[in-house]
């Protein structure tokens, strides 16, 4: 029996490493085809596989990462995190022509867990999130 295995445990281990390269591989490849920048969508940095910009992101000052990519994207850009995209929109103008002018375009957004944890739990009931027909 240990015959059987010092001859076949070296193809065995090898098929085992050969398929979890393949998976990662595809695991991959799938993201990448999956999560590409929509078309239309703002300039932004790249993202990373599977996590996205998350480790672009400094919890400490988010304020001051979130001007930096304005300064280098413009006013309005688009970051991801994780499997979900984010448009992020900065300055006066920025806000008002997607706030008012294309105001339809912003109801019915997802609750973000990141949201939560920027303000608190205080922008649960923002204008960010605020369903379509309400006052």
């Known amino acids: 029996m240990d015959l059987f295995f010092s001859i076949f ?3 065995v281990a090898w098929d085992l490493k ?3 390269m393949f998976v990662v591989v595809f695991i991959i490849t799938a993201d990448y085809i999956k999560n590409r920048r929509p078309v239309g969508f703002p300039p932004g940095p790249g993202a990373l596989p599977v ?3 998350i480790f672009t992101w400094d919890q400490s000052r988010p304020h001051e990462k979130l001007m930096e990519l304005a300064r280098t994207y413009g006013d309005v850009y688009s970051l991801r995190f994780g499997q979900k995209w984010i ?3 900065n300055g006066f103008e920025a806000l008002k022509e997607g706030l008012v002018t294309k105001g339809d375009s ?3 957004r ?3 867990p990141l949201q939560d944890e920027i303000t608190h ?3 649960r009931r923002s204008i960010l999130t605020i369903r379509h ?3």
Do not use: E
């Open 9 to 11: 445990g070296f193809f």
């Open 18 to 20: 050969s398929l979890l």
């Open 51 to 53: 996590v996205g910009n």
């Open 87 to 89: 448009v992020v929109l």
């Open 106 to 108: 912003m109801v019915d």
């Open 110 to 112: 997802p609750q973000l």
């Open 121 to 123: 739990g205080l922008g």
């Open 133 to 135: 027909g309400c006052g």
